[in-house]
């Protein structure tokens, strides 16, 4: 049974535009979210988190977005680049870590974002 | 350079054949993780170590045998693995507080 769950496999956006990724998890134990972005031939690389005691983080063009009675998150992009086109995997963490500590961390299995030019 | 370093980046192997992946990570964390990414799945978590203890095994197969001589090192030992045992091998370290830090990944082929 998956404990996160990213709907879509794959977003197209035109440059420029915002891109919205979306990720729901079961488990109401997470208290800490991550998102990682993955390119081909390349392992995921940290992009930016938030922790269940805030409902929005914002990193330059990131936003994270957390509606934890909905156990819903989000993550904005605008203006959508070229070089955003990769994987993205939501992840999860119920230590209170971004690490996940001992338990390691819950991932979705990711969105391909394409933009178009 | 990631700071998380893996070796092989390619692996194919048959299903006699007994090989070892490689870990090290150069940041100064006390936790090294394995992670399994299969085609249309999640990373699936496989092993934790913390301060060179094994504090998480995922109900992982004997077939694979983690090993951590140290905190900046990990090793993944293979030994007759399954064609479906076939995925890309993500070795990971963190530190408390910060998040999980991933290598490149090894692509491992059983044939």
Known sequence: DQQVKQNSPSLSVQEGRISILNCDYTNSMFDYFLWYKKYPAEGPTFLISISSIKDKNEDGRFTVFLNKSAKHLSQHIVPSQPGDSAVYFCAASATHSPGGGADGLTFGKGTHLIIQP | ?111
């Open chain 2, 1 to 111: 350079e990631t700071g998380v370093t893996q070796t092989p980046r390619h692996l194919v192997m048959g299903m006699t054949n007994k090989k070892s992946l490689k870990c090290e990570q150069h940041l100064g964390h006390n936790a090294m993780y394995w992670y399994k990414q299969s085609a249309k799945k999640p990373l699936e978590l496989m092993f934790v170590y913390n301060f060179k203890e094994q504090t998480e095994n995922n109900s992982v197969p004997s077939r694979f045998s983690p090993e951590c001589p140290n905190s900046s090192h990990l090793f993944l030992h293979l030994h007759t693995l399954q064609p479906e045992d076939s995925a890309l091998y993500l070795c990971a370290s963190s530190q408390v507080g910060l998040p999980l830090h991933f290598g490149n990944g090894t692509r491992l082929t059983v044939t």
